[in-house]
């Protein structure tokens, strides 16, 4: 892959910005030579066309969810409605400025407030900060939320918190860079909390537990009230990891379930873009007892005005510059809004009803660890498939097919993991096709496992070899002369 | 909906297909009460035709687009060349996710390639990572690292860092029990070197800082000890600035919204974050390397990854992992389109058009700046009379100007920040001096 | 000038690899009068930023996008969904040319060919071509058409075809020497099939015609002997009404920008152009046809050109060579969005409004409608009063209304044609009737 | 390649339009049921996921100018510059109905109105119609205008059209269409006009020549103004097909070389997207005694404002429903703004250097039948290549390499011609690397013709034939069931 280092470093590039309308003195002038830049960054300049023909050629070496099927578990990606990139790109909206007042941002404020609102009702809490940027980030502003509530109560000792072994790393380091150290609980057979251990557990150092709903195997926690109840009798907080609101968003509320902090991912349930790994926006809603302690500014609306409310002396301060991803929950109120309570309630049925048929076709060549009913997305395992053959073959052929593979090897409780999830904006006819080719590759493990491990032969690359690249770690390009 | 192709034919169907008789029974795990609980929002669909109407509205009711706006603090009103936009749109890079599969993500990895390298010859360091939140997570990302590096439990900071720097660092360290020191400044407006302290993991300055003013870098690290050297920087005045790591930063981070990304009212930003190689270990977030497939060629994938949360779980340098990605890209394209030449001359003239309206103002009956150490494109203006009473004047003629209580906030009272970039025009600038100077 | 790549030092050495020594050099070819004689524009070039700022000007001084249409007659303000936008502007699709070459250029073939799929699924026709300029030249080209098959040197015209429709013909038809000859409507608007002339080659009648209002064609066929029958349409308004095809008709022709593209004041516009199987050689302009590649792989390919310019020449069935190619695009990526189910609704909402309107304004005094005859979604009102005075009242309302001209030019005095499309809400259409009652 | 036809049918579609706010009848209450449809189109119902991932995938089949060189002779495939677009779609320009009154499309009237001035300028002629909406409509609002001139001057036996055989196949297409006769005139061994062969035919029965200037070889007509005086002199006029412009914008100008109508292609020259054949811009220039009947309406200013003047008596009438390709003239504006004198020059400069580059080192490989100095373009022949080897085939093989062919067996004067325009948007390396292309297909042609007549095999088709289209004629998708 050629980057632009390597393209016409010495182009025309000028006649973008406009020449200086007021009188130059030149840098030195104004600054004194010492401040000024010796050696000019190693930046080419390359005229429109290279640009253009550049990043075009590379977007096309991605694969997106306009490209097909993208069942990655545990990231939802589902289908990104165009008209929510368009309505989070109107002017009014991208070109307004953190610093500017109250009065010239009511449109920005007014829908921050409404998304609040309708945020607040899927979670059946009371109420919510669209601050954090990302799921990690709304985890450990929850982490922060359970601190600081600890804290005013003084309970400074409860420095615990509980995750099950199924949970996603995000989990644990959040846990871990807000102060809390982490306590395993094991699951059971079912796959779900082991209530026994958890109870074990649970003393007067243990701030709470952090708890995926439904877990990352697909299954929900049935004993989801006995879990948080026991929780909270033993003086501790539940915080809820939302990445699989997918599965039950218009049906159930965390609210209802115990949650005290529960984070939203927009960029999954709410449909707004993944862009190659970011920005997302993590949307944290929490119970009566954290209200007082969320982030700073808070949005807020006093008689027919929107306001920022600075005045928040027992919050944990800001997690952000400023208050979120904006642009993104534009995105996401865009979805919401067009759904309306009839569509949230579509989306998990339908994401549901594609997962468990997905899963019921797919149990009879793949092992299916957790055979029960799955909600959003389910587990396989390519053990047992044949010898020789691992997961890593099993995607890598899937890319041959012109398909993305599912997440691999998470959860780590299930070996060789194959983590599918197909979305409710899957046609049965798409999910035919990726179980019919999931289907055949796993008689071509049997059959012809080269393919497999040769695979991908039809990508822009071949397999890529990621020894090379820890070993001989080059991160930035290589420039031949100085 | 159209967002979901099945229709009830397909359902039923698919029931059939698993036993099931209706979409209730995939929800028997749910506990009922649970179930019972659950309230709707009270809100009906709406068509697309309406739902865009109504963004459209709220969209008018920002008044702040069509004013113009001298306001910065971190944000700035800079030109995103159309391509950029472009690009940037380009579906197979917004739809894709994390680069999990390098395979058929060679677009993005070849991009977050090119930004590291971009983003570590603008800040002069040798690694930079493939983004954070925002410049002001990246910051307190930074102290975290620091402190894991040194472990003295205590971190200098500067006292004019944009506040919500500040804010963000604040809630961070108080979480991880890392104390802050405040180092305050002088009269130029400029970190008080004379004044620091002792024992520190790190210091942390901001430059430009709070005030617009440039620090003076040159001889700081070595008069720091162990500790190490924090910059927060201004990616887009690195196109005429010496940069941070020629000074020898240990870390430099800084806000990328300057480079190709609306101000979109705060969000999304892009967190820069660059180090010495010597660092790599303790690097926050992902990096992409370069590497080759099976067949000798050259390729890009996600490495280094033993430091992240996915297999070190609690013991990762940092618990990001969605992070700015399609921002990174934009600012990308962004460097791409204007080369190192097009951001010496965006920077120049910020540079230029700052100082015009600058001088002139100081040249104004009733007004100051409030320091004199050289600055970038903003600065703090004193007025004689009440500064709220000329934001005020100034609004009234149509521009945007950040509240005093910003500078209150930092310790200095009854003055304005004023932000001037590329796209103000002289006849602009021209004007904020006759509404100054009580013309009209 | 970053749209030209080379730098200074490539074209001196590209000067050298071709033994000249200067870039005059290579116009020496040009007689020295023609150079000498060249005078510039005395323009000086501006920056992206700075046309972008003018453009921005120009468009702000258009008043017309922040009214509310009330405007028809062959361009409508209908929605467009959002997806069909960012389809259409992928540059693969935008900057390709004509498919001359299939085997990289099968994206656009095959859009071709669903477009002609769709227009004859549409229009209920056997085949339709790639497309024409717009609907007024591709009903010229039907007249043509229909003369070289009829060869009877006469045509008739319905008087009450819009006026651009009716301009175009009249100057294609007399460079070639075709006579036309006006048939008058009745008073239900229609055109009056009592009067038709004889030894015609063709009658055009055009259905929704100018008054709204929607033609008999049921039996119309049979009656014209061997006159072809031309019909002019409104795509749209078939996602309800039966089709001409359905009635015999031998050309069906329309304006498309209905199908999904922006108003743009005019241009580009889609023609539509449709006939039986048994005309196809006299079809004008481009098809796509299905065939197959080496491996017998079903692919499209541009075919029938022996009709064409490029092989015929001046024998040509006409000189179009580009043509709406990318409208046409978009088009058919409209009726995929929409679908047959969504092409019914918004006829329905279209219809249903605009009797709405109506019925309402028909009730008030003063008020009555021009014609009685069967409406789409447009329709006559005729005043009392001063229609000039009644569209300013209007039009201080913030609605946009067409001079009463437009209709005096047809031969209805002091009358306004009123558009509704399903963007018009109701609480807008009471507001037209609150300003017609004189209500405020 | 499946078309939209063979998917998702039956999808769930809803959710554009909004419910119908206003009391509802139903069609056959206002219509009667004869004038409903009985029928409904088969156009299938598909979700937004199904739409948008069928026309991306489509569109990935294609090749455009952001994918590399596209030297299609004759098309001047330059880059399309990204500005332009956003220009053109901003809403005070794209959401203008042409019915407004003129006080409400103020803005589009003065684009229109300069840019109208500017190609004045550019053509060196008193008066510009934007009308005409590509290069062969303006061929046609020439020859309307030509025929009206001579009806003006009762000189209606002036039936006769002059053409080079070297022509556009547009050029006597649209003498026909306006009622003209056309007569070629045979080129000399220079490639230019046969001056001799020419003054044979100038009589008062013709009406005037159609020129392409530089010609469809590439090359400038040397006696061009002795042809002009020659026509001129015996009553007729001169007609420049101006698709060729980029060849000598900013140096020269067609008023200067005796042209009485020229057309611009704004599409090309003008840097406008050609968008996979249209729409296009065709603004046509005229001399003074032409002026009077140009297109009705013209846009004029009148003191401070704009306006559009019905007032034409002497008009040809109107070739377009409205004002022409308002859209395309927005693009076409924003771009000569930027270039201004120095970009214009710049573009003919670059255009004529990046030609003669090429052609310089592939004549050595290709024949060159004219070989002297070029313009933007020339042509090669295949010829002599190797036997049974024939200019398809050399072009299939491009398609293999991953280049755009240009155009082949144009013009009709030169056999197995290879038309090449590379543009100035064309970079020296793109250049170098195009020409080492070709020069590999020549050896290959000699020692693996096989190679080129199998070519293409790396496109999304392998070559497709075009007797099977033409014999067997399926134009519409053949729907399995009524
Ligand atoms: C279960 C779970 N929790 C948390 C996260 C982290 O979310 P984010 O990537 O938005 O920070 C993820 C995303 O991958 C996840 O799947
Ligand atoms: C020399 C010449 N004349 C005329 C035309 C016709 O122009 P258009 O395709 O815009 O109608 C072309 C375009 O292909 C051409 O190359």
């Known amino acids: 892959m050629r980057t632009i280092f390597e393209r016409g470093a010495a182009e025309a590039a000028d006649g973008i910005f406009p020449a200086c309308d007021v009188p130059a003195k030149g840098p030195a002038a104004w600054l004194g030579a010492n401040l000024i830049r010796s050696k000019l960054p190693r930046i080419p300049n390359t005229s429109e066309t290279t640009v253009v023909r550049h990043y075009t050629r590379l977007c096309k070496l991605n694969y997106g969810v306009d490209d097909g099927i993208y069942p990655l578990g545990s990231c939802t990606m589902k289908y990104n409605p165009k008209v929510n990139e368009d309505t989070a790109a109107l002017p009014g909206f991208a070109d307004a400025h953190p610093g500017a007042d109250e009065r010239y941002v009511q449109g920005s404020l007014e829908l921050l407030y409404e998304l609040t609102r309708l945020l607040q009702g899927i979670a059946g809490l009371p109420a919510v900060t669209l601050q954090p940027v990302a799921g990690a980030h709304g985890e450990l502003t929850g982490m922060f939320l359970f601190r600081k509530y600890f804290e005013s109560r003084g309970e400074t000792q409860r420095t615990r918190i509980l995750l099950p072994d199924s949970a996603h790393g995000t989990n644990p380091a959040s846990a871990a860079v807000a102060g809390f150290s982490v306590t395993e609980i094991p699951s059971n057979a079912r796959g779900t909390v082991n209530l026994e251990a958890l109870r074990a557990q649970l003393d007067d150092t243990v701030a709470g537990i952090m708890l995926t709903v439904p877990n990352t195997l697909g299954i929900f926690e049935e004993n989801i009230l006995e879990v948080t109840r026991a929780v909270h009798e033993a003086g501790g907080l539940c915080y809820f990891d939302g990445a699989n609101l997918n599965s039950f968003i218009g049906r159930a509320r965390p609210g209802d379930m115990g949650a005290d902090v529960f984070h939203f991912n927009l960029h999954k349930t709410l449909s707004t873009p993944h862009g190659g790994g970011g920005p997302g926006a993590g949307a944290v809603a929490v119970s009566e007892p954290l209200v007082d302690f969320l982030p700073v500014p808070r949005v807020v609306k006093r008689r027919d005005r929107y306001a920022l409310d600075w005045d928040c002396p027992k919050s944990i301060g800001s997690v952000h510059s400023f208050f979120g991803n904006v642009l993104v929950a534009i995105k996401a109120y865009t979805y919401v809004l067009q759904l309306g309570d009839e569509g949230l309630r579509a989306v998990s049925d339908n994401a549901v009803l594609n997962a468990n048929y997905l899963q019921e076709r797919l149990k009879r060549t793949y092992t299916l660890p957790y055979d029960r009913l799955c909600k959003h997305e389910f587990v396989l395992t390519s053990e047992g498939l044949a010898k020789g053959v691992t997961t890593l073959d099993v995607a890598k052929r899937l890319i041959d097919y012109g398909i993305h593979p599912p997440t691999v090897y998470f959860p780590l409780i299930v070996h060789e993991a194959l983590m599918i999830e197909p979305t409710e904006t899957e046609s049965r006819e798409t999910l035919d096709r990726f179980a019919e080719i999931l289907e055949r590759i796993a008689v071509e493990a049997r059959e012809h496992p080269e393919l497999l491990h040769e695979a991908p032969t039809r990508a822009p690359v071949r397999r890529l070899d990621q020894t090379v690249a820890a070993r001989n770690p080059v991160f930035t390009f290589p420039f031949e002369t100085e | ?440």
């Open chain 2, 1 to 440: 909906m159209r967002y979901i192709p099945n229709a009830d034919a397909d359902r039923q169907a698919m029931l059939r297909e698993i036993g099931r008789s209706s979409i209730d029974e995939l929800f028997a795990d749910i506990p009922q009460p649970v179930i019972d609980a659950h309230r709707p929002l009270n809100l009906l669909p709406r068509s697309e035709l309406e739902v865009l109407d109504e963004l459209t509205r709220l969209a008018d009711a920002n008044e702040a687009p069509g004013r113009v706006p001298l306001l910065g603090g971190g944000v700035y009103d800079h030109y995103i060349p159309r391509a950029v936009h472009h690009l940037a749109s380009r579906s197979e890079f917004y739809t894709a996710y994390t680069p999990y599969q390098p395979e058929i993500s060679q677009g993005t990895l070849t991009v977050m390639f090119e930004f590291q390298t971009m983003i570590s010859e603008l800040t002069g360091m040798e690694i930079a990572n493939a983004s954070m939140y925002d410049g002001a997570t990246a910051l307190a990302e930074a102290v975290l690292m620091a402190e894991r590096i040194r472990k003295h439990g205590r971190v200098a900071v500067a006292a004019n860092l944009f506040s919500h720097n500040r804010r963000v660092i604040n809630t961070y360290a108080w979480a991880a029990g890392v104390e802050l020191v405040d180092v305050p400044f002088t009269p130029a407006g400029r970190c008080d070197l004379a004044r620091l302290p002792e024992g520190i993991s790190a210091l942390v300055v901001q430059s430009p800082n709070a005030f617009g003013v440039i620090e003076a870098l040159d001889g700081l690290k070595a008069r720091l000890g162990d500790a190490l050297l924090i910059v927060a920087t201004y990616p887009l005045a690195l196109g005429i600035l010496e940069p941070p790591g020629a000074f020898g930063a240990d870390i430099v981070v800084g806000e990328g919204q300057c480079l190709g990304l609306p101000m979109g009212y705060g969000g999304p930003l892009l967190g820069l974050f660059a180090t010495k190689k010597e660092h790599l270990r303790q690097l926050p977030g992902r990096v992409a390397g370069r590497t080759v497939d099976a067949d000798g060629r050259l390729g890009y994938t996600m490495t280094a990854q033993t430091r992240e949360q996915h297999i070190r779980r609690e013991k990762a340098t940092s618990n990001i992992c969605t992070n700015s990605a399609h921002c990174a890209l934009t600012a990308t394209v962004y460097l791409a389109s204007v080369g190192a030449g097009g951001l010496r001359q965006v920077a120049l003239l910020n540079l230029e058009k700052a100082h015009y309206l600058a001088a002139k103002i100081e040249k104004l009956k009733g007004y100051s700046l409030a320091f004199d150490g050289p600055f970038f494109n903003e600065f703090v203006v004193r007025p004689s009379g009440d500064a709220g009473a000329v934001r005020e004047r100034l609004e009234a003629g149509g521009f945007l100007v950040e509240s005093s209580q910003t500078m209150a906030d930092l310790g200095v009272p009854n003055a304005l920040r004023l932000a001037v970039t590329e796209r103000r025009t002289r006849a602009e600038l021209d004007r904020v001096v006759d509404i100054l100077g009580g013309k009209r």
